[in-house]
């Protein structure tokens, strides 16, 4: 097996303000690559950016707001201004409205829908057009283990990423012609500080909020960040030059197992 390399490579990683999406811009960035992080929090981004780069080998940071699909194309347009060409694209950004299907209001499926599809659709395109013309690149994205399995009151959410999972396979076929991979990383309970501050709301220390998150999982513990980051290492890299169109499962046995609606409440919930 090589070893995971991506000196020189340019890597796009959306939504890489916080949680997972900094965790897999940070392990691109520790493996050489030369990581571009995008987000609508200006202020977090620069600091992500700011603390994973190299003295010669510097993060940037672009805002973007992944709502509007024409971001999409300017996006990848400054990436490739600013580097001349885009080797990796993570689809990390995303949006969870945790509303049962009566209570999920139209603007809140379409913000949904805009960020978790159709801005990984606009990206992947617009980031094909590019990698076609030098020599193929890889898209990896960031779907979760609700798209295998449904719970209560997160309509939008799971029915954006089944949607997901299946786009990636499409544009697999659709891509592998031109040299580029399309794969996706399903996650599953993951800890970050956005969890960390929803167990302290409930009045949960956090040894007890993490215990009881993980009661259903297999493994019987929270992932972390760099856990997830390093599956999203894997397929980006050239030790998974044969996977296309793949989902990888990084969830403790989760979406194995099948866990009934009521097993985690939607209140602790740690999607995406």
């Known amino acids: 097996m090589a070893k995971m390399s991506f000196s020189g490579k340019v890597v796009l990683v959306t939504g890489g303000n916080s949680g997972i999406g900094a965790a897999i811009a940070r392990a691109f960035a520790q493996h050489g690559a030369i990581v571009t992080i995008s987000g609508r929090d200006s202020g977090r981004g620069t600091d992500v950016a700011t603390a994973i780069g190299q003295p010669s080998r510097p993060a940037t940071f672009i805002a973007a707001d992944l709502r509007e699909p024409k971001e999409a194309d300017r996006l990848i347009s400054e990436v490739v201004k600013r580097f001349g060409r885009l080797d990796v694209l993570i689809n990390n950004a995303g949006i969870h409205h945790r509303f049962g299907t009566l209570e999920t209001t139209a603007e809140q499926w379409f913000e949904t829908m805009a960020i978790n599809l159709n801005a990984a659709f606009f990206l992947s395109r617009a980031a094909a ?5 030098h020599g193929g690149g890889v898209i990896v994205n960031n779907a979760s283990d609700l798209a295998f399995f ?3 009151e997160k309509v939008s959410y799971c029915t954006s990423k089944a949607a997901l999972t299946h786009m990636t396979k499409a544009m697999a076929l659709d891509l592998a ?24 709301k409930l009045g949960l220390d956090i040894p007890a909020g993490k215990a009881r998150l993980a009661a259903p999982v297999p493994l019987k513990r929270l992932a972390d960040t760099d856990e997830i980051a390093e599956a999203f290492l894997f397929l980006a890299s050239d030790d998974a030059s044969y996977v296309t169109g793949a989902t990888l499962s990084v969830d403790g046995g989760t979406s194995a197992a099948g866990p009934s609606a009521s097993s985690v409440p939607a209140a602790l919930s740690t999607q995406p």
């Open 177 to 200: 012609p031109h040299k580029i991979r399309v794969n996706a990383v399903a996650p599953g309970d993951t800890f970050t500080p956005l969890i960390e501050q929803k167990i302290a």
């Open 129 to 133: 057009r590019v990698m076609k013309d």
């Open 150 to 152: 449904t719970e209560v």
